[in-house]
């Protein structure tokens, strides 16, 4: 009788590994020979599910998107009825932030994607999406704070204090505390003091 | 008679191609095969002056510092004999935003670099000391601007804003007149109004 072979766990198997070898060792690890090796399959096996090293990259950065948005979701749930919009803001901001381990590996995922995207175009459709999404739903926020000018503007700036903020603490540049200082002075200025 | 070598010439020549490749194709372009072929010489003579892809990346980035200072230096010369700190602050970060051609190119390399050290943090020293003087920089003006509570925090969340605009800007989530916008609306929150 010819083996079963389970499809999804070995997609599963491959998943892993990628996502793993795109946190270690960021866009230059990303490859049929690393994935395979960290998987312990062959290059062949990897190469049936991604051909290519841009499907790599774009999986690995729709794990972080998940993953990410799964943790930050949680977080808010504990915010309570009432939360309003400055600590929802502050929830999902600080949520994004490389702080730990495991924000730290999608942080760097990201990275390697931002990098990737910024000489491929094209290959970053997925990601802008998502950042018009957030941008909407952060300006509703700051416009709802009811104290901005032009709470576009203002939304785009706290986004973009983020994705700064991330990219300074995944290189060492600043502290967490530094970090988290920047963004409550930020909200302090948009919203007034807490 | 033997052929009198040019040492000085041929680096240049080899530092420009490495420079363009690193702009054009981001951290993957960085190999010895493609920076010799766009400089048309061996891989020998690439490895003779850059022996391995951190020298190449480090030497690249390099290159971004000091053609971005000197672009900045020379627009903050043009300010006047007293510009005040919001206007210079102003002109630093938007100098640093990719807007034309020349400063895509420098961020392009820039974010390579960064995602390139965001999994080497030990090959990241550098720029962590360049980062280290502009935040000191950069809290002197908005301490001498007088408005904010905490100059050093204030400081710290525009830089990451300048970072992550321009981020923004290389993926093209945003556009230069949402990215200005947003920088403004920043500086007239830590200044008050212009």
Known sequence: MPKQ???RARRTLIADALFRVAAEQGLEGVSLRHVAAAAEVSTGMVQHYFRTKGEMMTFAMAVVQERQQARITERMGHLGADPGPRLLLRTLLAGVLPLDDESRAYGRVALAFLAYTSV????GGPLREQTRELFGFVTGLVRAG?????????AAGLLATMEGLGVYLLGGHFTPEVALRALDAHLDLIFGPA
């Open 120 to 123: 491929r175009v094209e290959a």
């Open 5 to 7: 072979v389970d499809h």
């Open 146 to 154: 009811g104290e901005a000018k032009d709470p576009e503007a203002a």
